[in-house]
């Protein structure tokens, strides 16, 4: 098993920036690819960003690139999303999750609660 707990959400304003943290525990996190993905009200859940075990490869939603930026840190059990010129579709609630490497919840075997963004005009 491997827990999740996402933190960092919050409100910003558009324009504005967050840095969303998801700290693991239980199971090696090196061993797994991590991801994050959103979803809004009455919406599906939709991938933003991935990265490998490793941190040396990343992937995002075509509407995160150069934007959004993964990262992780496998010393301290974490996983980053830096998100920068937010705008007000951006507002989900956020979460991480842990697995295979890819842009599909199927790929992901454990998941976190989530936490709110709120993106104001």
């Known amino acids: 098993q491997v827990q999740l707990v996402e933190s960092g959400g919050g409100l910003a304003q558009a324009g504005g920036s967050l840095r969303l943290s998801c700290a693991a525990s239980g199971r090696t996190f090196s061993n797994y690819a991590m991801g994050w993905f959103r979803q809004a009200p009455g919406k599906e859940r939709e991938f933003v960003a991935a990265i490998s075990w490793s941190g040396g490869v990343m992937h995002y939603a075509n509407s995160m690139k150069g934007r959004f930026t993964i990262s992780r840190d496998n010393a301290k059990n974490t996983v980053y999303l830096q998100m920068n010129s937010l705008k007000p579709e951006d507002t989900a609630v956020y979460y991480c999750?842990?697995?295979?490497?890819?842009?599909?919840?199927?790929?992901?075997?454990?998941w976190g609660q989530g936490t709110q963004v709120t993106v104001s005009s």
């Open positions: 999750a842990a697995g295979q490497l890819g842009a599909t919840t199927r790929e992901y075997d454990y």
